[in-house]
């Protein structure tokens, strides 16, 4: 079975620029969560989606989107970008919404970079 | 709301010699706890986690993890390193309540000598 798949894998963007990253959870996997990882703030949560509708949300400023497909497929978005979304987004899925204890598969992450 | 702290950001080894990476967490409920690790240019991989069955918790590649209540924790321990333990290593917590929102600690990079 393959893995969660993320595109692209790196990514340069100027400031003020938006970007759209995307995620392909496990097939049958239905929650998709986004998390993001920098050397200074650490692995922080974005927000998960499930059956297309977001179910958590982090504490991120509105710049910071996403949205679900029918088919589990995920995507992020983030508009006017600013030099401190530099990071590693990393894109997680597991089988069930409310099963804490459903182990989320990680994929490698997309590394965006803002100059 | 939970937190994660992971004592020491960088812990050094020898090969052959005992791992021990520490985790605290707080919590207002019963927590899952877990451990992940990963390595350069790679995500997250689950060594372990502990839901509320046995406390000692045993994981993949010979790790294994202890809930402590009393103390609020949950230590990563190994008897014997290997050069291929060198990652980063993360405890994270969740409560069973907010889907699937893991809480991390900072990490802990791991470095073993030959």
């Known amino acids: 079975k393959a893995g969660v798949t993320q595109t692209p894998r790196y990514l340069i963007k100027t400031r003020g620029q938006q970007v759209t990253l995307s995620c392909s959870p496990i097939?049958?996997?239905?929650?998709v969560s986004w998390y993001q990882q920098t050397p200074g703030q650490g692995l922080q949560f974005l927000f998960e989606y499930f059956s297309e509708t977001q179910r958590n949300k982090g504490n991120f400023p509105g710049r910071f989107s996403g949205r679900q497909f029918s088919n589990s497929r995920s995507e992020m978005n983030v508009s006017t970008l600013e030099l401190g979304d530099s990071a590693l987004y990393l894109c997680?899925?597991?089988?069930?919404?409310?099963?804490?204890?459903?182990?989320?598969?990680f994929g490698p992450g997309t590394r965006l970079t803002v100059l | 709301a939970q937190s994660v702290t992971q004592l020491g950001s960088h812990v050094s080894v020898s090969e052959g010699a005992l791992v021990l990476l520490r985790c605290n967490y707080s919590?207002?409920?019963?927590?899952?706890l877990f451990w992940y690790v990963q390595y350069p240019n790679q995500g997250l991989q689950l060594l372990l986690k502990y839901t509320s069955a046995a406390t000692l918790v045993k994981g993949i590649n010979g790790f294994e993890a202890e809930f402590k209540k009393s103390e609020t924790s949950f230590h990563l321990t190994k008897p014997s390193a290997h050069m291929s333990d060198a990652a980063e290593y993360f405890c994270a917590v969740s409560d069973g309540n907010a889907g699937n929102m893991l809480t991390f600690g900072g990490g802990t990079r791991l470095m073993v000598k030959p």
């Open positions: 919590s207002s409920v019963p927590p899952y």
């Open positions: 997680a899925s597991s089988l069930a919404a409310r099963n804490s204890y459903n182990e989320q598969f």
């Open positions: 097939s049958g996997h239905r929650s």
